[in-house]
Nanobody, 130 residues
Framework: QVQVVESGGGLVQAGGSLRLSCSVS????????MGWFRQASGKKREGVSC????????YYADSVKGRFTISRDNGQHTLFLQMNSLKPEDTAMYYC???????????????????????WGQGTRVTVSS
């Protein structure tokens, strides 16, 4: 049984930093493209950042480019999102989403098509105060 557990969210002032973690069990972690998606209240879910199986290619939404960094530790079965220079508009529930199928998938395609999800967690809430 696949389990996906996000953590690291919280309340932070604008300009601050948070590091999200996503711990995964029950599948061969290094076989899957995955990423971070977020959904703010009243808005559609959006792909924030995605990463290939071995971490050699990444994608960032324009709104977070230069501020967020995605990484993964395949040995520890964990996905990370380092978020710096946070803005109030970053406030949302953040989800770790794993592609439905193993194998290669471009991170931009996975993030931008915003579907084809196989596994996800309960989310972790990020609130940025102004």
């Amino acid at each position: 049984q696949v389990q996906v557990v996000e953590s690291g969210g919280g309340l932070v002032q604008a300009g601050g930093s948070l590091r999200l973690s996503c711990s995964v069990s029950g599948l061969t972690f290094g076989d899957y493209t995955m990423g971070w998606f977020r959904q703010a209240s009243g808005k559609k879910r959006e792909g924030v950042s995605c990463i290939t199986r071995n971490g050699d290619d990444t994608y960032y939404a324009d709104s977070v480019k230069g501020r967020f960094t995605i990484s993964r530790d395949n040995g520890q079965h964990t996905l990370f999102l380092q978020m710096n220079s946070l803005k109030p508009e970053d406030t949302a529930m953040y989800y770790c989403m794993i592609r439905r199928y193993a194998g290669y998938a471009g991170p931009a395609h996975f993030c931008q098509t915003n579907h084809d999800f196989g596994y996800w967690g309960q989310g972790t809430r990020v609130t940025v105060s102004s």
